[in-house]
């Protein structure tokens, strides 16, 4: 077995245990921290724990709240439907999480390059070798990923009883996206280090995922140019392990955090005062 070979085995066949393990350590970690009195989430919620005037702590679990109201234990009024409630949840969870409203409101240059970003990312994930690497991992895919006859020695923690397909691009298609996703973040980063509002706002994480990005996008867009050659696909590889590593630690722990429980409990306090 020749070094590329042993690369390849290591980065695809061992990393992903370690990097898996390092994820769930670091999210069990986090949250913990945050349900120490007195720390919040970096945004806010779902869980939020503040001090009282008179010293008291006290924990607000948005997720309690909204279990309590559609399972009837908590009927505050006024209120409005059930409907009203879910409707409003579903609104907020499309354009906020998917169309990206909150950042189109505060900053329209940032929405105009993070969405796009984020898109044509998504796309890729979905896509391709990408996809049937990930998908593989997880148990939700039986395709043994490969990049052109290049077989990625990935594990399979466990095999679960269903199959999702990937979107059926052709290569072409995820190499165009490829290379918006790679313009798309390389401004991004340029925009966080040169624009006075953005770079008093962004803290060392920030900008440390975007370089991860970078690089490993243009790893990527490379590899549609001259082909999967095994260097590459190592690089690309060790690339997003450090990234799915570090988002325990970063700003994007928000993605974990914060998006869909305080997304959903926005809609259910609006339902409960009847705004």
Same mark, same amino acid.
């Given at each position: 077995m020749n070094l590329s070979n042993l690369l390849i085995t290591f980065v695809y066949g061992i990393m992903p245990l370690i990097t898996l393990t390092i994820m769930v350590v670091g999210v069990i970690f986090v949250f913990g921290k945050w349900l120490l009195p007195g720390t919040l989430t970096p945004t806010g919620g779902p869980i939020r724990i503040g001090r009282l005037p008179n010293g008291d702590y006290y924990l607000d679990i948005e997720w309690l709240f909204w279990y309590r109201w559609f399972s009837g234990k908590d009927k505050p009024k006024p209120r409005k439907s059930w409907w009203y409630a879910v409707g409003y949840a579903v609104e907020n969870?499309?354009?906020?999480? &998917? +169309?990206?409203?909150?950042?189109?409101?505060?900053?329209?240059?940032?929405?105009? *390059?993070?969405? =796009?970003?984020?898109?044509?990312?998504?796309?890729?994930?979905?896509?391709?070798?990408?996809?049937?690497?990930?998908?593989? &991992? +997880?148990?939700?895919?039986?395709?043994?990923?490969?990049?052109?006859?290049?077989? *990625?020695?990935? =594990?399979?923690?466990?095999?679960?009883p269903l199959n999702i397909p990937g979107l059926p691009f052709p290569p072409i298609v995820i190499h165009i996206l490829g290379i918006i996703f790679l313009v798309e973040v390389v401004l991004l980063l340029i925009r966080r280090l040169t624009v006075q509002k953005v770079a008093a706002i962004s803290k060392f994480d920030v900008v440390f995922d975007l370089v991860m990005l970078v690089c490993g996008g243009a790893v990527g867009v490379t590899m549609g140019f001259v082909g999967p050659l095994p260097i590459l696909v190592v690089i690309h590889g060790i690339i997003a392990h450090i990234y799915f590593i570090c988002i325990p630690w970063t700003f994007y722990t928000h993605i974990i955090g914060g998006m869909p429980f305080s997304v959903i409990a926005a809609g259910v306090r609006k339902a409960r005062l009847g705004v």
């Open positions: 969870l499309i354009l906020d999480v &998917l +169309l990206f409203r909150r950042v189109f409101r505060r900053d329209k240059v940032t929405w105009a *390059l993070s969405w =796009p970003m984020h898109i044509s990312a998504g796309l890729i994930i979905l896509s391709g070798v990408h996809h049937a690497a990930h998908s593989y &991992l +997880l148990g939700i895919g039986s395709e043994v990923p490969s990049a052109n006859g290049l077989v *990625l020695p990935i =594990p399979q923690l466990f095999k679960l």
